[in-house]
């Protein structure tokens, strides 16, 4: 008798522990998902940012500070030409032929 309640006992001790370790197992995967998550995130940040630092040093050049005033206000140097090219048009796409399916292709080849 004494045995079996220590047997009863030790099962919900047991069933007890593994019911908590697999929700620390969960929630662990849980956190390291948020945390690769926002780590990639912050990754793209970074990159954004080494994007912007270099518009802005390109942005104190001279040269590249003329080159684009001259572009808003659509003037030019003494002796260069401006070339202004119609936009592209649309290419009209050919209709593809309708062909059957890989499995009706087959049958039709060892069967009609």
């Known amino acids: 008798m004494i045995q079996t309640i220590k047997n009863i006992a030790f099962f919900f001790v047991a069933a007890a522990l593994i019911a908590s370790l697999t929700n620390s197992l969960n929630e662990y995967r849980k956190k ?7 780590e990639k995130q912050l990754q793209n940040e970074r ?5 912007l630092k270099s518009k802005i040093a390109q942005s104190r050049d001279y040269f590249i500070i003329e080159e684009i005033i001259r572009e808003k206000l659509n003037k030019t140097k003494p002796n260069e030409y401006i070339i ?11 209709i ?16 009609y």
Do not use: E
């Open 32 to 38: 390291q998902n948020f945390y690769n998550t926002y």
């Open 47 to 51: 990159v954004t940012n080494k994007k």
């Open 84 to 94: 202004i090219m119609p936009p592209p048009k649309q290419v009209a796409q050919s």
């Open 96 to 111: 593809s032929q309708h062909t059957k399916p890989t499995y009706r292709q087959w049958m039709d080849l060892f069967f």
